[in-house]
């Protein structure tokens, strides 16, 4: 830790991280061969060895490292940790004194200075999720800042480090305190959530589309019919149908949906044989639907950004608009279409223009009542645009 490594920055980089770009880029940096270890502490100097900014080195898909601080003297210890965390929990205040929400994120990596960690709040449990071997290896400074800057029932974590994000099933990833029941009971703006702290890769539900889960529950579900689609454990449906919806209908191709899906119905107390789950591939139901002239008053897209099953790869930057196509034909008039993507190599611009094109070769009309990018609690730095992944939009088919 005390040995801090100097890298020089290569003059057309400097600019960008002086300004406050906190990703530590691979081709920013003149000799990587100094550095050794993931977790090393390095010092980022301009040709003239001066000192630009401070950060770590650990390799994951996006870079090479993060920055951490502009101070030439500051110690990464858990010291500097105690203050990142206090006060991203300072920003989260509305969110802990929110009895109806007890799921929410508290850290966002480097929306919150702390690029490659995010730290999640299940009622009293905290889940990190460490995306590289680099601030892994901070781990015990990490902890022990948390463990003084909040009071929990127990701490989890989630390894995702091979570069792409995969998850590193470890078998047990419970670290201290109390364990966990399976599933526990949280709430999102009343609603509940089944969350399972230590069942693989993922909790259960993402807590990035809670504005949106709301808006559908309140705004646009009551009496209505709705297809969920790449639905997985159902959460919009779940949302849907406490809205007041006539029926929802939900597609997931995993098998494992089935049951995560009616944990979800049950455990906000509705039945699930009342409504469809469907364990299939989209692009067949679409087929089907379309055959069959089923129409929805309600239809949510939100695929994952690249997936390959048994006859179909999709990949969000592609085919997206063949996705909406295919929407489009089975929503009623004036329905309305959810659209969603957590794709982070297309903007905003050019997911509005993947809606324009489906309309239009359709020869349909649309309006764009709503949008949506990442909710308050999922911080973003100014500086790092493309930390705001999520983009959805709230579309009305006219004709
Ligand atoms: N909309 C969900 C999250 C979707 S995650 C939510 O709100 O929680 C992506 C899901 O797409 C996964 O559950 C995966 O099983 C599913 N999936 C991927 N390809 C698919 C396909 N071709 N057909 C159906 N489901 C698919």
């Not at 297309?346 to 009309?365: C, H, I, R």
Request: hydrophobic residues 40%; contains cysteine; charged residues 30%.
């Amino acid at each position: 830790m005390l040995n801090e490594i100097d890298l020089s920055v290569k003059p057309e980089f400097v600019n960008d991280y002086r300004d406050g770009y906190p990703l530590i880029s691979k081709e920013s940096v003149l000799d990587w061969s100094r550095v050794t270890d993931e977790g090393s502490i390095v010092n980022l100097i301009d040709a003239k060895n001066k000192f630009i900014a401070k950060g770590y080195y650990g390799i994951q898909n996006k870079g090479y490292g993060w920055v951490l601080s502009y101070d030439a003297k500051e110690v990464i210890d858990a010291t500097y940790f105690t203050k990142k965390i206090k006060s991203a929990i300072e920003y989260r205040e509305s969110f802990f004194k929110d009895e109806n929400t007890t799921a929410f994120r508290v850290l966002n990596g480097e929306g919150d200075g702390v690029g490659g960690l995010t730290i999640d709040y299940f009622d009293g449990f905290y889940m990190l999720t460490w995306y590289s071997i680099g601030i892994y290896e901070l781990k015990e400074e990490i902890l022990q800042a948390l463990k003084s800057s909040v009071e929990y029932k127990g701490i989890y974590q989630k390894k995702r480090f091979d570069g792409k994000g995969k998850y590193l099933d470890d078998a047990d990833d419970f670290v201290c305190g109390q364990r966990a029941e399976s599933p526990i009971i949280v709430k999102e703006n009343g609603g509940n959530f089944a969350i399972h702290l230590d069942d693989g890769a993922m909790v259960g539900v993402f807590l990035d589309q809670k504005d949106v889960r709301k808006t559908i529950r309140d705004t646009y579900a009551k009496g209505k019919t709705v297809l969920n689609t790449f639905s997985y454990t159902g959460a919009f449906s779940v949302f849907a149908a406490l809205g007041g919806a006539k029926k929802t209908t939900s597609v997931d191709l995993a098998k494992r949906s089935l049951v995560k899906t009616q944990e979800q119905f049950s455990v906000n107390n509705i039945d699930a044989n009342t409504q469809d789950i469907i364990v299939e591939d989209v692009f067949n139901y679409f087929k089907y639907a379309v055959r069959k002239k089923f129409l929805f008053d309600l239809v949510v897209l939100d695929p994952p950004s690249f997936a390959r099953s048994k006859k179909h790869t999709f990949s969000a930057s592609k085919d997206y608009v063949k996705l909406l196509k295919e929407a489009i034909q089975i929503t009623n008039k004036n329905g309305i279409i959810v659209a969603s993507t957590n794709a982070a190599n297309f903007s905003m611009m050019t997911f509005s223009d993947f809606v324009f094109k489906a309309f239009k070769e359709l020869n349909g009309k649309y309006k764009v009542e709503k949008s949506f990018s990442l909710p308050k609690d999922f911080r973003v730095m100014d500086k790092f645009k493309e930390g705001n992944y999520l983009k959805v939009m709230i579309i009305r088919k006219i004709k």
